[in-house]
Structures are given as structure tokens and as C-alpha cells.
T-cell receptor, first 111, second 115 residues
Framework: GEDVEQSLFLSVREGDSSVINCTYT??????LYWYKQEPGAGLQLLTY?????DMKQDQRLTVLLNKKDKHLSLRIADTQTGDSAIYFC???????????FGQGTTLQVKP | DVKVTQSSRYLVKRTGEKVFLECVQD?????MFWYRQDPGLGLRLIYF???????EKGDIPEGYSVSREKKERFSLILESASTNQTSMYLC??????????????FGPGTRLTVL
């Protein structure tokens, strides 16, 4: 069945790069997503990548997609304390809009 | 901007009470979803709806029901609240259509405590 896996916790120092990894099972998703959840808030779409792309860059964010291994990663350059949040990756099987989310990775940024 | 609102940010109820969680979106989205979020488990889908008066069970529907009488409103009902339903509840909506990115837009969440 459909499944999305992430590690639960990552701790980095301010100014370092953060890399959050995700594996997924569905190959029919046209898009794959990264969402950010700040404390006490709902999820907000951070970025997404079209499935026929290998990489997408948006300012400090870089998304890498390895379709062969079904691996998605999010790199945050020059991580700031404001990046502390939970990050969820998600797939969209058969593009129905019914997303499957990973467990979420809590990013802790130490000053 | 798409806006998804939820009726309460925090709610405290007693075991056995009937609980209503309301969600309203203002962008004429066809699809609406209810999730619960628990530490280490991520988001688990409770129910979803692709149209008015239409509902489908998600992964964990037991103990819950839903109502969608109007396109903009999707209600989650706990018929008889239990302590294991203490959780953060998140509502989301997305437009239909295979041409869209299918991004889900989330409300701020309702933190429900059942005593």
C-alpha cells in the first residue's frame, strides 16, 4: 500500500545546512510535496516538485527527487531559528488530491 | 488567499459528550478532509468528502462521523467522546481537477482534550 517514511528528529546549529529525507512508495504521484508546521499552527505548503524533475531550487530551499529509489529530500541552506518546525513530505497517489503524509520530521535549530 | 477556518483552537470536553468540530473554506473547493495529528504518528485521515453530501472513510473513521450539507462547510462529529480521542484535529481543502497541483490548504487546527 501507500506509505511515506521520514525520520522523526533533526538537530542542527544556526547557519548550517539541514537535510530532511523522505521515502515514498507510490509512483503515480504527479507532484510530491513538502509542508511546514510551525508550533501551534496548521500545515503550510513549503514547496513541491513535479515528478519529472530531479531538482527544484527556491531561495534557501533545494528539493531533490530520486524516482528510481523513491527518495525525496529537502535541503535548507543557512538554517535559521525561524526554520524550527515540523516538516512533512507527502505523495498524491493517482493525483486524487488525497495526500499521504509522512510522520513529520521535527527540526530543532540551536543558536 | 485561500482561507480555511476551524471553529475552535482549543476545546475541552468530558467523556461521553457529543462533540462538533466545524471547518469552513472560502475558495469554493470541492474536496475537504479531516485529519488527526498525534506525536510520532503524523497525520492520519479520518474522513474526506469530494462533494456536497458525499463522504468517504479514511484510515481511522471509528468513533467519528462527518456532515457536508454545504460545499464550504465540513463538520466532524465525535458521537461519544473518549479519552483516546484527545488529539489535534486538522481540516484541509483542495480544488478538484487533475490539472491542478492538488495542494491541500489547512486550517489552524483544534486541540481537543477529552477528560
Amino acid at each position: 500500500g501507500e506509505d511515506v517514511e521520514q525520520s522523526l528528529f533533526l538537530s542542527v546549529r544556526e547557519g548550517d545546512s539541514s537535510v530532511i529525507n523522505c521515502t515514498y512508495t507510490d509512483s503515480s504521484s504527479t507532484y510530491l510535496y513538502w509542508y511546514k508546521q510551525e508550533p501551534g499552527a496548521g500545515l503550510q505548503l513549503l514547496t513541491y516538485i513535479f515528478s519529472n524533475m530531479d531538482m527544484k531550487q527556491d531561495q534557501r530551499l533545494t528539493v531533490l527527487l530520486n524516482k528510481k529509489d523513491k527518495h525525496l529530500s529537502l535541503r535548507i541552506a543557512d538554517t535559521q531559528t525561524g526554520d524550527s518546525a515540523i516538516y512533512f513530505c507527502a505523495e498524491n497517489p493517482s493525483n486524487t488530491g488525497k495526500l499521504i503524509f509522512g510522520q513529520g520530521t521535527t527540526l530543532q535549530v540551536k543558536p | 488567499d485561500v482561507k480555511v477556518t476551524q471553529s475552535s483552537r482549543y476545546l475541552v470536553k468530558r467523556t461521553g459528550e457529543k462533540v462538533f468540530l466545524e471547518c469552513v473554506q472560502d475558495m469554493d473547493h470541492e474536496n475537504m478532509f479531516w485529519y488527526r495529528q498525534d506525536p510520532g504518528l503524523g497525520l492520519r485521515l479520518i474522513y474526506f468528502s469530494y462533494d456536497v453530501k458525499m463522504k468517504e472513510k479514511g484510515d481511522i473513521p471509528e468513533g467519528y462521523s462527518v456532515s457536508r450539507e454545504k460545499k464550504e462547510r465540513f463538520s466532524l462529529i465525535l458521537e461519544s467522546a473518549s479519552t483516546n480521542q484527545t488529539s489535534m484535529y486538522l481540516c484541509a481543502s483542495t480544488p478538484a481537477g487533475r490539472g491542478s497541483v492538488n495542494e491541500q490548504f489547512f486550517g489552524p487546527g483544534t486541540r481537543l482534550t477529552v477528560l
